[in-house]
Antibody, heavy 122, light 110 residues
Framework: EVQLVVSGGGLVQPGGSLTLSCAAS????????IHWVRQASGKGLEWVGR??????????AYAASVKGRFTISRDDSTNTGYLQMHSLETEDTALYYC?????????????WGQGTLVTVSS | QSALTQPASVSGSPGQSITISCTGT?????????VSWYQQHPGKAPKVMIY???NRPSGVSDRFSGSKSGNTAFLTISGLQAEDEADYYC??????????FGGGTKVTVL
């Protein structure tokens, strides 16, 4: 079965750090661009950032709301993507999804992980 | 990057057709044919329904179709069914190599 499994969420204090993992099974992530998307409770989807594949030198890009605080990376040897979050703010509280775009020159997020909840609170 | 603009809600009776709009700018929706649409049922992860403006993934009903005109993309659901009741989000690639989503549209089947 083709799936992405997201883990690492939890409760963290403002100013703290947390790292999320996105493990692929049933397919290889190595040729894909990995994206992270978040959704605050009762709110819409927000694009967080992405890391491209080796052919594109693992280039990253981030939403303005997280730039400088979040870092996206990947380890193709373990078929896993990562989202490192620092200087967390209460506004970062959300369900975090990982997904991928498999083919360059396309905009299709598929599949999606089940999401992991990050709660930033004192 | 501002969110794309979608109507908050759209409703229709079973069997009817509805269309959801997604308005951006010349820096996102209008810049490329890289617009996709996602269906999200409560408590579930999003599911791609349309990608690259008008392409439908295998397994998605042909009642779903997509199009674009200028800076606005559209998702049309024909022959509305009870199972189509969900939130729908558009997404676009942007000129700054980032992504952006719309605010979401709640579809209600009357």
């Amino acid at each position: 079965e083709v799936q992405l499994v997201v883990s690492g969420g939890g409760l963290v204090q403002p100013g703290g750090s947390l790292t999320l993992s996105c493990a692929a099974s049933g397919f290889s992530l190595s040729g894909s661009t990995i994206h992270w998307v978040r959704q605050a409770s009762g709110k819409g989807l927000e694009w967080v950032g992405r890391v491209r594949n080796k052919a594109y030198s693992y280039a990253t890009a981030y939403a303005a709301s997280v730039k400088g605080r979040f870092t996206i990376s990947r380890d193709d040897s373990t078929n896993t993507g990562y989202l490192q979050m620092h200087s967390l703010e209460t506004e970062d509280t959300a369900l975090y999804y990982c997904t991928r775009v498999a083919v360059a020159n396309s905009w299709r997020f598929d599949p999606w992980g089940q999401g992991t909840l990050v709660t930033v609170s004192s | 990057q501002s969110a794309l603009t979608q109507p908050a809600s759209v409703s229709g009776s079973p069997g009817q057709s509805i269309t959801i709009s997604c308005t951006g700018t010349s820096s996102d929706v209008g810049a490329y044919n890289y617009v996709s649409w996602y269906q999200q049922h409560p408590g579930k992860a999003p599911k791609v329904m349309i990608y690259d403006v008008s392409n439908r993934p295998s397994g998605v009903s042909d009642r779903f179709s997509g199009s674009k005109s200028g800076n606005t993309a559209f998702l049309t659901i024909s022959g509305l069914q009870a199972e189509d009741e969900a939130d729908y989000y558009c997404s676009s690639y942007t000129r700054t190599s980032t992504g952006v989503f719309g605010g979401g549209t709640k579809v209600t089947v009357l």
